[in-house]
C-alpha cells in the first residue's frame, strides 16, 4: 500500500502547491479554518491536520462568502453584461474530514443537478480535487453516522488514514485522485500499515423516521417552545458546511457596476421579506421551524439525505445553547396528536 510519511507532509504539500492553491486546516489567530498552505505564516499558523473539525468549514472554497459575478453596463431598459468572472483556478482541499465531504455532496446536489447548473460554482468545483482524513475517534460533539455518514469512508478523491506511527496510509480512489498521486508517486512509500479501529461515538443521533414524522408538525407547539432562546443571530448558519442559501447584490457608479453574491441565513428576518411589504416567516418561531425542517426533513425529500452532517459546529457556535441533536431527540419524542 502507499503511504505518506509524516516527514513528508510538508515537502508533499510544498510540491502540491506549485500547480494548485492548497488548502489546509489550521488555526489562525483565535479561530481556525482551511487556508492556503502557500501564502501561510509558519510563525502564527499551525496546521491542525490531528484536528477533527475546524472551527470554520471548507465551505468557502467552492462557495465564497462574497462573491463578484458579472459586470453590467445599462443603457435605458437594455442591461449588457460585460465580463463574467468565473474562477477555474486550480485547488487541493487537504485534510478534510467526512462530514464536511458530505457537505460538498449536499452543495453539488444544489448547485449541479435538477436541471439546473451554478456556472460560478461548477467552474470552482470541476477543478478542486479532494483528499479527506479518515475518523477514527469522534469527539463529544460529533454524530455523522447518526446522519448516515461513514467517518472512516469519506467521499474524496483520495483518503489518508492517520495509523497513530509514522505514516498516513494513502487510498486513491477516483482518476482526478489517480492524477494528482501520480504528481507525487516519488514522495510517497510501498509499505503495509494498519488503520486504527473506528472508537464508539459519545453523541448518538437516531435519525431513522424524523424526516416522515416532521411532515406532520409544521403546526406543533414544539417550534414554539424550542425556538424560545434564539436571538437569530445567524451564526449557525455561517458555521454550517452545508448551509448555502446566498443573496445577490448590485453595486453601481452611474449606468456601470457588478453584481455579487454572499452568504444569507434564513434566520434573518430581511431573509424572506417581501416587495409588498408582507413576511411569511415574521417571528423566530418561523425561521426556526425553516432552517430544521430544510435540514431534516425538505432536503431528505429531494435528495434523500439530510443537510446536516453532524459536524457538531452549530451546537458549539450557538450563544444560547441551540443543540440541533436535541431537537431531533424531540421531534423523535413528540406527540403528533396535540
Ligand atoms: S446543522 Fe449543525 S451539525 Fe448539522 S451540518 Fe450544519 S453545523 Fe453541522
Ligand atoms: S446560532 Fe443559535 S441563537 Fe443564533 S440563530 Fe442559530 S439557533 Fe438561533
Not at 477543478?127 to 461513514?150: K, L, S
Not at 483520495?158 to 494513502?170: E, F, L, S, V
Request: aromatic share 10%; net charge negative; with cysteine.
Amino acid at each position: 500500500m502507499k503511504i505518506l510519511n509524516k516527514n513528508q507532509l510538508e515537502t508533499i504539500l510544498n510540491k502540491l502547491a506549485e500547480e494548485a492553491e492548497v488548502f489546509v486546516p489550521m488555526s489562525k489567530g483565535n479561530s481556525s479554518g482551511f487556508y492556503s498552505w502557500k501564502t501561510r505564516n509558519p510563525e502564527t499558523e499551525r496546521l491542525m491536520l490531528d484536528a477533527l473539525n475546524v472551527y470554520l468549514s471548507p465551505k468557502n472554497i467552492g462557495f465564497p462568502q462574497t462573491e463578484k459575478m458579472y459586470s453590467i453596463k445599462q443603457s435605458g431598459p437594455d442591461v449588457e453584461i460585460k465580463e463574467t468572472f468565473e474562477d477555474s483556478d486550480p485547488r487541493i482541499i487537504f485534510g478534510i474530514r467526512a462530514c464536511d465531504a458530505r457537505a460538498i455532496t449536499c452543495m453539488d446536489d444544489v448547485f449541479l443537478t435538477r436541471g439546473y447548473e451554478d456556472s460560478f460554482y461548477k467552474a470552482r468545483r470541476d477543478n478542486t480535487t479532494i483528499i479527506a482524513n479518515a475518523c477514527y475517534n469522534p469527539g463529544p460533539n460529533c454524530f455523522c453516522a447518526g446522519m448516515g455518514i461513514d467517518p472512516t469512508e469519506p467521499n474524496a478523491d483520495i483518503i489518508i488514514r492517520d495509523t497513530g506511527d509514522t505514516g498516513y496510509i494513502w487510498e486513491t480512489k477516483t482518476t482526478q485522485g489517480e492524477q494528482l498521486s501520480a504528481r507525487i508517486a516519488d514522495l510517497l512509500e510501498e509499505k503495509e500499515l494498519k488503520a486504527p479501529e473506528l472508537k464508539p461515538f459519545k453523541t448518538n443521533v437516531e435519525y431513522a423516521g424524523v424526516a416522515e414524522k416532521l411532515k406532520s408538525m409544521f403546526e406543533h407547539p414544539i417550534w414554539e417552545e424550542l425556538s424560545q432562546t434564539c436571538q437569530n443571530c445567524g451564526i449557525c448558519t455561517y458555521v454550517c458546511p452545508s448551509c448555502h442559501c446566498f443573496d445577490i447584490q448590485v453595486k453601481m457608479w452611474g449606468d456601470e457596476g457588478y453584481r455579487f453574491r454572499c452568504w444569507d441565513s434564513c434566520m434573518y428576518t430581511e431573509y424572506s421579506a417581501e416587495a409588498g411589504g408582507g413576511n411569511p416567516r415574521p417571528t423566530t418561531k418561523e425561521r426556526f421551524r425553516n432552517r430544521f425542517l430544510h435540514k431534516l426533513e425538505f432536503f431528505t425529500e429531494r435528495y434523500g439525505y439530510p443537510l446536516c452532517t453532524g459536524c457538531g459546529r452549530c451546537i458549539v457556535a450557538c450563544p444560547t445553547g441551540i443543540n440541533i441533536v436535541n431537537i431531533i431527540d424531540q421531534v423523535k419524542e413528540a406527540n403528533v396528536d396535540v
